[in-house]
């Protein structure tokens, strides 16, 4: 799931680095630490979007259940492992289909948004490149296209 505004975002930043001929330079790790925020603040959004719409699709006690336990959990962590747990509160198959359906390397990009935005939120360097942050963008979105694809699924 490409976002738009990410998309932009990044484009924009590319045009500024090549012009000005500013990778390897402190600018770029200026402008990373930037993205790798507004790059999480657009995984969170999407990934609450998913979960509401999951239970606003299954109205119940069940789903009213989630909303109040999952939501604010939800807002707080995005690394996979948490979203497995969030999953699983949906129902078992749902969990055990994001572990089965799961590719390690977009798992791996996905989560290295994670974790780099935390670094650049709370610690004073991150070890990232704009094009290694591109690159974890690119695969790291079809997390998304996954955790959305999975509760879209009915079981019993």
């Known amino acids: 799931m490409k976002i738009s505004a990410v998309d932009e975002a990044i484009e924009a930043c590319r045009e500024h680095l090549e012009e000005k ?19 999480f ?15 606003c699709r299954n109205i119940g006690f069940a789903s009213e259940s989630f909303v109040r336990s999952c939501v604010g959990k939800a807002v707080r962590s995005i690394k996979t492992s948490e979203i497995a747990g969030l999953l699983a509160r949906c129902g078992p198959k749902y969990k055990q289909m994001f572990n089965r359906d799961k590719d390690e390397e977009i798992e791996s990009r996905f989560n290295n948004i994670v974790i780099n935005r935390n670094l650049a939120v709370h610690e004073d360097n991150i070890n990232l490149t704009f094009s290694e942050l591109v690159e974890s963008y690119e695969k790291g979105h079809k997390m998304l296209d996954l955790i959305e694809e999975i509760l879209a699924q009915k079981f019993n």
């Open 41 to 55: 603040i657009a995984f969170e959004k999407e990934i609450v979007r998913i979960f509401t719409t999951y239970a």
């Open 21 to 39: 001929n500013w990778s390897e330079t402190m600018i770029e790790s200026y402008i990373v630490r930037h993205l790798v925020v507004v790059i």
